[in-house]
């Protein structure tokens, strides 16, 4: 049984991708995380499209946050990630992320693309302490309320890049990002 942390500590979670047995956890962490709140029917409509993949943090097998992103030629969208109230601020958030900057490259996909909503300051605030930074307003974006979003992104550093010949083996769009 995995107990709760309390504010500040940190978690250790596995990150695995999302498999149909998550999606009762996932829309529960997605309600209580959102208004308006993702329905099962969009989860699976995004995630049917090839280039989409759903991931879970997991800890003691409870999914205690997701994130949806797609694929593109040269970047990762993220489309919809949440992390369960009872286990913000304990680095489930921030291993997402590094686990999906982990799979940028500066000669391939070298940055990441989400929208946030101009009132969730706290979503701002978390991209902004990962490394990204806005870098413009798409006004009334979200269709249930006009609002706009700050459109953020997180470009690789290339100072810090694997060079390609000493790279070894080793190593839709929604409707809404809030979080």
Same mark, same amino acid.
């Given at each position: 049984?995995?107990?709760?942390?309390?504010? !500040?500590?940190?978690?250790?979670?596995? *990150?695995?991708?999302? *498999?149909?047995? !998550?999606?009762?956890? =996932?829309?529960? $962490?997605?309600?209580?995380?959102?208004?308006?709140?993702?329905?099962?029917?969009?989860?699976?409509?995004?995630?049917?499209?090839?280039?989409? $993949?759903?991931?879970?943090?997991?800890?003691?097998?409870?999914?205690?946050?997701?994130? $949806?992103?797609?694929?593109?030629?040269?970047?990762?969208? $993220?489309?919809?990630?949440?992390?369960?109230?009872?286990?913000?601020? #304990?680095?489930?958030?921030?291993?997402? *992320? #590094?686990?999906? =900057?982990?799979?940028?490259?500066?000669?391939?996909?070298?940055?990441?693309?989400?929208?946030?909503?101009?009132?969730?300051?706290?979503?701002?605030?978390?991209?902004?302490?990962?490394?990204?930074?806005? *870098?413009?307003?798409?006004?009334?974006?979200?269709? !249930?309320?006009?609002?706009? #979003?700050? =459109?953020?992104?997180?470009?690789?550093?290339?100072?810090?890049?694997?060079?390609?010949?000493?790279?070894? #083996?080793?190593?839709?769009?929604?409707?809404?990002?809030?979080?």
């Amino acid at each position: 049984m995995s107990t709760v942390p309390t504010p !500040d500590t940190q978690v250790r979670v596995h *990150i695995r991708w999302m *498999i149909r047995r !998550d999606m009762p956890e =996932v829309l529960g $962490i997605e309600q209580a995380s959102f208004q308006p709140a993702w329905r099962e029917e969009e989860f699976l409509r995004v995630l049917r499209q090839r280039n989409c $993949i759903g991931m879970i943090a997991e800890l003691d097998e409870r999914v205690v946050g997701f994130m $949806i992103y797609e694929l593109h030629k040269h970047k990762l969208q $993220i489309l919809n990630f949440a992390v369960h109230p009872e286990f913000r601020r #304990a680095g489930v958030g921030s291993r997402m *992320i #590094a686990k999906l =900057v982990g799979k940028l490259s500066p000669q391939r996909r070298s940055k990441i693309l989400l929208y946030v909503r101009e009132t969730n300051l706290p979503a701002q605030l978390f991209y902004r302490s990962q490394g990204f930074k806005a *870098i413009e307003v798409a006004r009334e974006y979200y269709e !249930d309320s006009g609002e706009d #979003a700050f =459109v953020m992104n997180y470009v690789v550093d290339e100072s810090h890049a694997i060079e390609p010949e000493t790279e070894t #083996a080793s190593h839709r769009h929604a409707s809404r990002l809030d979080h």
